[in-house]
């Protein structure tokens, strides 16, 4: 069992930056996939950002430009950072992991964009 943790939420000014963490309670090998999802009150849950098989990145066409999705030297921690933030982006975040066969959630962390 893997436990995921995110930490770095909060309330942030239109145009502000962020950064994200989720940290893992080891080092994990074989990991598959890593990422960031959110999700705001009555909307569907999305991708926000990827690193999948061969270190390649994936980003949702909203963020493009303004995130950056990274990992540590050990692999164990996921950083999401967050620039130029916008209303929209105001929602849960959630860290990912596809370990082997297995999907691992984060808990969550509130990012609010607001004046």
């Known amino acids: 069992q893997v436990q995921l943790v995110e930490s770095g939420g909060g309330l942030v000014q239109p145009g502000g930056s962020l950064r994200l963490s989720c940290a893992a309670s080891r080092i994990i090998f074989s990991i598959y996939a890593i990422g960031w999802y959110r999700q705001a009150p009555g909307k569907q849950r999305e991708l926000v950002a990827a690193?999948?098989?061969?270190?390649?990145?994936n980003y949702a066409d909203s963020v493009k430009g303004r995130f950056t999705i990274s990992t540590n030297n050990a692999k164990n921690t996921v950083y999401l950072q967050m620039n130029s933030l916008k209303h929209e982006d105001t929602a849960v975040y959630c860290c990912y992991a596809k370990i082997g066969a297995v999907d691992y959630w984060g808990q969550g962390t509130q990012v609010t964009v607001s004046s």
């Open positions: 690193i999948s098989s061969g270190s390649s990145t």
